[in-house]
């Protein structure tokens, strides 16, 4: 399913329609929104880097992490850096946001700003202005088309920060703009979504043909923290998450998707939903020395066991033990050592009377050698 | 090393285990670490190991120090406890000290806006870094912040101001692999529905170090646990690190002993 919003973001927009465009929203309980970011990031590179897309570039807006570790992230994944220039440009907004670096340089405290990165990188020294920004975008998405009608994927990182400088409205203004304009192919961005008010977030779901959200696997129960149980969540949530999906179609249908990921060491991993309840299930039941839980094999073998109910009907003399009389005591002891051993697979139970003097229910009352 | 500095649970869970036998900086490769305190036990403790492990003969680590809480000789007497004399680094330059208690600091008798005065601010730790890489090679750079809500306060409250600050800071971690520790106190943004400034924090910081009392209320030997979640999983090294430790501490005179519950008798 990732896989398929890959695609999607890849083949880009019909003529004459939005650009698709995916938020992908995460919350701190489960922070792990740029890992997704970055494998959405690095899959589409080497979509455009093989020619397989239909943008011819990547524009990527870095707001909350720097231009180095998107350089040393393409390196990773084996692309070559110096060729990356033709299709990866990297507007910088992190390194000097607020233009504090380039008045203390103005000044003469210190000294030159570099990003310190080796990919083509142009600085953005006012973030507030959303204006500038939308315009320097365009202005690098042009030289990765080369000044034809090609197309390019704008990434932003992350909106969250953007939202911090400026208002809801200018941001949804930025996006919407993207995404109506003719050269951007795909766009994707970051959003934290409890940093945000609802109305913030809604505003950029609606913009969004795609969103996907980052939950964590199992809800943890509020509860002291220290308690074993919630350590050992917290520390899964750092690790794995549900990836869920919600897609709008042209018409308006909406769908649901879901998956898991976890993160490795050389980026993240998705698979299919593993039963939930399970997973559940799992973490539920406190850790304890004896095992509460049965293996396949034991489950199979209970499922066999025939209880002493059920062998009747099936030609046998139907015995119905009422508590009163009893059976002809005889052919009670004897009759279940007959039965037995018929199908070595199937599970028995066989009842002993324990002694004859054990009489059912008489009429003597047992508490008659009480001396009350 | 023979005389390598005792590794506590709390080096264990900032490391992982053994790594403070090299006796890095504890904030390696241009982490954030976050403490967060409440008004039942302090975090300052937590500071202070930091600072000393900084500081320690082990390490090269040149330390810029903003203090908003206290004065240079409360840290200078807390130190010299703890076997560690500021004035001495601080005469080696492995110390600077911006003791932002005092009132002419950075010019904010002139009326200047707060904007300037952080701007100001800024430029003198950059300018630190710059000076500190010029003429040592490969001295790793620790900037402190105690704490990070009384800059709000001198921000006159406004949060974006420090917010800002605090990511110019935290990029000089990409320009010249500086560390940033901060300090904040989790209770005072209890009363808001989304305390903003706390939240931004934790998505920022590698490590967030909790300080909390027992769960179970006051107790004469356990002082109270830390939290410590780690999160920093890309690292060269090749140890994943996303770990979550717990464990309690108890607070001694000249040191803190900690421990994993029950583990003490």
Known sequence: ?372 | MANALPSTLLDEALDGKGAAVFSTSPAADGRMILVEDCVETSGAFVVHHLLKRCLSPHSSDVVVFLSFAHPFSHYDRVLRKMGCNLSVQRDNKRLMFLDMLMVERLGRDRGKTSEDVFIALYGEIQKAVEVCLSHEVGQPITVIIDDVSLMEVDANGSSNLVLDFLHYCYSLAAQFGCSLITLNHDDVYSNEDRPGLLLQLEYLADVVIKVEPLATGLATDVHGQLTVSNKGIHDGSGKSRNKVHNFHFRIKDSSVEYFYPGSKT
């Open chain 1, 1 to 372: 399913m990732a896989e398929w919003i890959c695609r999607t973001l890849r083949d880009g927009g019909l003529e004459g329609e939005h650009a698709p465009a995916l938020t992908i929203n995460d919350t701190i309980t489960c922070p792990l929104g740029s890992f997704v970011f970055d494998h959405f990031l690095s899959q589409l590179s080497s979509f455009i880097f093989c020619q397989k897309s239909q943008s011819n570039g990547i524009v990527l807006v870095a707001l909350s992490r720097s231009p180095l570790y998107y350089e040393q992230l393409l390196k990773s994944k084996g692309f070559d850096l110096v060729t990356s220039s033709t299709w990866f440009k990297i507007l910088d907004c992190y390194t000097d946001p607020l233009g504090w670096r380039s008045k203390l340089v103005e000044s003469g405290s210190i000294r030159n700003l570099s990003s310190g990165s080796s990919l083509a990188v142009n600085i953005c020294k006012n973030v507030k202005d959303l204006d500038e920004l939308l315009s320097s975008i365009l202005e690098l998405g042009r030289e990765l088309s080369g000044g034809g009608k090609g197309r390019f994927t704008v990434a932003i990182d992350s909106v969250s920060a953007l939202l911090r400088h400026t208002s809801v409205s200018s941001v949804a203004s930025l996006v919407s703009n993207l995404r109506s304009h003719d050269q951007v192919s795909s766009l994707f961005w970051l959003l934290h979504l409890d940093m945000h008010e609802t109305r913030g977030t809604a505003a950029l779901e609606y913009m969004s043909s795609m969103k996907a959200t980052i939950e964590p696997m199992v809800q943890s129960v509020d509860g002291p923290r220290g308690n074993s149980e919630n350590l050992s969540l917290m520390e899964q949530n750092l690790r794995r998450g549900k990836f869920c999906v919600r897609v709008k179609r042209r018409n308006g249908r909406v769908r649901m998707m879901f998956e898991e990921f976890y993160v490795e060491k050389s980026g993240i991993k998705f698979t299919p939903l593993s039963s939930e309840n399970e997973m559940t299930a799992q973490s539920l039941v406190p850790k304890v020395q004896f095992n509460l839980e049965l293996s396949e094999k034991e489950r199979n073998d209970r499922a066999k066991v025939v209880l002493p109910f059920e062998h009747q009907g099936n030609g046998k003399t139907i015995q119905i033990y009422d508590g009163r009389k009893s059976l002809n005591d005889g052919k009670a002891e004897t009759q279940p050592t007959s039965v037995q051993k018929v199908d070595s697979n199937r599970g028995e139970i066989i009842y002993f009377r324990d002694s004859d003097d054990e009489m059912p229910d008489s009429d003597e009352d047992p508490d008659d050698d009480l001396d009350i």
